[in-house]
């Protein structure tokens, strides 16, 4: 990864975060909410991938169509992301997977 590449993705990153600025309060506080969980127990490649511009797509198409964030995903906003990497490979996966490689070294 060259230098510009770092830059061009800086740009990105702040282009995104200024469309979640610009969303209504409620689905702001949401989607960042949605953002640490995901930044916690979210899938590999998080950054690069498609899911977080995805949400703010979805969320600004709810917000033009005058619609509140929870009646969009609902009460449990964990469950609503769980639901979105169901099926995706997580670094909690990437962890058991290395911990259970190596059988009689988590006792040590």
Excluded at 30 to 41: A, D, I, L, P, T
Excluded at 56 to 69: I, L, M, N, T
């Amino acid at each position: 990864m060259g230098i510009h590449d770092i830059i061009e993705g800086k740009k990105e990153w702040r282009a995104h975060m200024a469309r979640v600025r610009a969303l209504p309060p409620d689905y702001e506080i949401v989607y960042k909410e949605m953002q640490r969980y995901f930044f916690k127990v979210g899938p590999i490649g998080l950054i690069d991938g498609p899911l977080l511009p995805g949400i703010v797509d979805f969320f600004e198409q709810g917000a033009a169509s005058g619609k509140g964030v929870i009646e969009l995903i609902g009460d449990d906003v964990a469950a609503f992301c769980d639901g979105l990497i169901k099926d995706s490979r997580t670094h909690a996966d990437v962890y058991q997977e290395s911990i259970s490689e190596r059988p009689g070294k988590a006792g040590k």
